[in-house]
């Protein structure tokens, strides 16, 4: 790629203006004539024009696949599924066996975000192997994306101390490197989400509003809905329920706006959860039935987080029929899928003894599959319910040693969980 083209790549990458990156230095015009091949600048140039693009040294790249891996990177930012899949393929399959390692490091860098995004784990861990030997040769740029994605697979794998730690390297090299508002937006996202699954509400909350901001001045509709939403979640853990039915109702409004059918049942389920804390059963259970509508195409996953809510929610409400109606239909999705479905399989297997009657290996099930799966698991929340179900299973069984031991449980728990929040 000549001097004048890489010039023009990394200046869109960064969604940098001509005039943004001349002032001072050129005027607007020269840098047109630069970036159109149309002139040689000088040494002296060259270097002003790549300090301020942040780049330490020329790369060597052929145009077409430039292109290429702008628009792919592009793709991954704005979550294009259908462009990233066919410039994926493209890429792996013909151009980057002619390029120079600098396109291989980034086009690897790249693939590693969207194998992660595709859940493609066996190729995401062969590739990670692969590219971390080459890390000690990575420009800065290189190293943040590296830290970033690795947070973004830690995260994936439900390893959120993990991811944390990454995310924080990767904001180091963020504070030295230049890069498009999208991809600080994209960032600070993803660091918000890890906040909000370590219950740090207040710094979720911070980054949340930080990577809003930044999806709002760039237009990216979609992002900021998601943004709205966990901001609700976070709201609603610190009992601020005007607030979080502020952010919810936003959230909705926004893909209604757009046409973002996609998110309509995520926002429906956080409004039945937030409707059911407060205790409004009827509005509760009219948004989780809305969310399966919307939830329609969704995995079968999506559809158990609701319908389990369901379950739960006419449990609480007395209106045992109810509860039965919805066990079954859950269980009619989890049977055949009971491995990759585990932890609503337990959940389910409870709530049937609850409904249904006692079996008699109730609590050594409760002891020996339930309780370990989910302090395994790291679920403080679920630990807490769980272990005052099988609390109260003893207390009507009259085993009260035993229910006094697992209401003691429980609170130790339950005070845990409330020192993270």
């Not at 590296?146 to 973004?152: I, L």
């Not at 259970?285 to 939830?295: A, D, E, I, W």
């Not at 449980?409 to 993270?420: D, E, I, T």
Request: one cysteine or more; proline letters at 1%.
């Amino acid at each position: 790629m000549s001097v004048g083209s890489q010039i023009k790549f990394i200046r869109m990458r960064r969604q940098m203006t001509q005039t943004e990156l001349a002032n001072g230095i050129i005027s607007v015009s020269y840098l047109s004539k630069i970036e159109n091949n149309q002139l040689d600048p000088s040494k002296e140039i060259v270097n002003l024009l790549f300090e301020r693009l942040g780049l330490i040294e020329s790369i060597t790249w052929d145009d077409h696949l430039g292109e290429d891996l702008l628009q792919f990177y592009d793709s991954l930012l704005k979550r294009d599924f259908t462009k990233a899949d066919k410039l994926f393929e493209r890429i792996s399959s013909h151009s980057i066996f002619q390029a120079g390692e600098s396109e291989k490091i980034f086009f690897k860098l790249l693939s590693m975000h969207y194998l992660t995004l595709k859940n493609e784990t066996k190729k995401l861990n062969e590739l990670v192997m692969h590219i971390a030997p080459y890390y000690e040769t990575f420009t800065l740029e290189n190293k943040y994306f590296f830290h970033k994605y690795k947070g973004d697979i830690h995260y994936d794998q439900k390893d959120f101390a993990e991811a944390l730690k990454s995310y924080k390297t990767s904001k180091e090299f963020l504070a030295q490197i230049s890069v498009n508002q999208l991809e600080k937006a994209d960032f600070y996202y993803g660091i918000a989400l890890c906040y909000s699954r370590l219950l740090n509400d207040d710094l979720s909350i911070e980054y949340g509003k930080t990577s809003l901001a930044l999806f709002q001045s760039t237009y990216q509709l979609e992002r900021c809905a998601n943004c709205h939403i966990l901001l609700g979640i976070c709201y609603r853990r610190q009992m601020k329920y005007d607030m979080a039915l502020q952010s919810f109702h936003i959230a909705r409004e926004v893909s209604k706006t757009i046409q973002y059918s996609e998110i309509r049942g995520t926002i429906e389920h956080n409004l039945g959860t937030l409707k059911s804390i407060i205790g409004n059963v009827e509005e509760a259970v009219s948004h989780y039935k809305l969310s399966l509508h919307f939830k329609k195409n969704d995995s079968n996953l999506s559809k158990i987080i609701t319908i389990h809510s369901l379950v739960k929610v006419y449990h609480e409400d007395k209106r045992i029929e109810e509860a039965k109606e919805w066990l079954e239909k859950g269980w009619e999705l989890i049977r055949p899928d009971k491995e990759k479905l585990h932890r609503f399989y337990l959940s389910f297997y409870v709530y049937e003894n609850i409904l249904f009657g006692y079996r008699d290996d109730f609590d050594s099930f409760m002891k020996n599959e339930v309780l370990p799966f989910f302090e395994k698991e790291g679920d403080l929340k679920q630990l807490c319910i769980f272990i005052g179900i099988l609390a109260d299973y003893y207390n009507g069984a009259k085993k009260y040693k035993s229910a006094a031991y697992y209401y003691s449980s429980a609170n130790k728990y339950y005070q845990r969980l409330l020192s993270l929040s």
